[in-house]
């Protein structure tokens, strides 16, 4: 009996032995790997647009900024844009009165609101909040170093920025870019974006203070931008590379337009030139007669 209880324990020692041989510690890898998400593949323009100084990528936005603001002109703030998203252009002012504002979004703000809600609101009341009675006598480059000086971001905060305006100008067509609300504008898309981009973002007290306005007007024109951006707020790489090949583009044809004009002058001066000549040989001619 001794002998055959012993051979019983024998064989459970193996077989436990066994069993905890075959179990590994580490995870078994899956026999077909999954497929990678477009968020976890790189972009090939991300070297080149991360290398990007963030002076350089501020003036991406001002030259964006600035051509959108010179094409416009300064037209008035009650100007219904064309885009077809808008229906302030359908919308009388009685009727925007009962409409909510920029003032009681800040307690009413919430990204998740129904499609249906969204368009109840009168945008051409959150787009007058961007708008200042005088055209800033500081200009947007000089606001935009300002604003670099005393609270410093990087290069996706700049040009997902200057991808946000040019979305809201040129794509939706929902609001017209001006001198008299291009500084604002820029001061709501840079809050916006630095909290979308940026892990950190500065105090809103010392933000609005640098930005040259109240916390409350500050609140007021981060909760409209993302109102009228419709809360589409997410920038890749790609979408931040669009714009500096956008900029590049500008430039070459401003270097073209330039030279074209150049060569226009020149070709003005020396016509200019020999009709000189030959008057002044004329002239002498006559006297020497």
């Known amino acids: 009996m001794n002998r055959r209880s012993e051979e019983l324990e024998s ?7 066994a069993q905890t041989n075959r179990l590994s510690l580490s995870p078994k890898q899956p026999l077909h790997p999954a497929a990678s998400s477009p968020a976890d593949v790189k972009s090939p323009h991300y070297d080149e647009v991360f290398s990007l100084s963030p002076e350089s990528a501020l003036m991406i936005l001002c030259a964006h900024v600035n051509k959108l603001a010179k094409l416009t002109g300064d037209i008035p703030s009650s100007t219904p844009p064309t885009g077809g998203n808008i229906i302030a252009s359908q919308t009388t002012d009685d009727n925007c009165a009962n409409l909510p504002s920029a ?5 009413n703000a919430n990204p998740r609101t129904d499609a249906k809600h969204l368009d109840t609101f009168c945008p051409i009341v959150l787009i007058k909040s961007f708008y200042c009675k005088q055209i800033s006598p500081i200009s947007l480059a000089d606001y935009l170093l300002r604003i670099h000086r ?11 920025t200057s991808q946000y305006i040019r979305h809201l100008a040129i794509v939706e067509k929902i609001i017209y870019v001006t001198p008299r609300n291009m500084h604002r504008l820029v001061l709501g ?34 909760i409209s931008f993302s109102f009228l951006m419709d809360f589409e707020l997410r920038v890749d790489a790609e979408m931040m590379f669009h714009e500096i090949e956008a ?6 044809f401003a270097i073209i337009v330039a030279w074209c004009w150049l060569g226009n002058t020149r070709r003005q001066t020396a016509r200019n030139l020999s009709v000189s000549i030959v008057e002044i040989n004329v002239l002498c001619v006559s006297q020497a007669m």
């Open 103 to 107: 003032d009681n979004l800040l307690s």
């Open 150 to 160: 005393y609270c410093p971001m990087s290069t996706a905060v700049y040009l997902a």
């Open 11 to 17: 064989r459970k020692r193996t077989d436990l032995v």
């Open 189 to 222: 898309g840079l809050r916006v974006a630095a909290k979308i981009v940026e892990d950190l973002c500065y105090q809103h007290r010392r933000f609005a203070k640098v930005g040259g306005v109240t916390e409350r007007e500050l609140a007021k024109l981060e």
């Open 247 to 252: 900029y590049r583009e500008e430039s070459r």
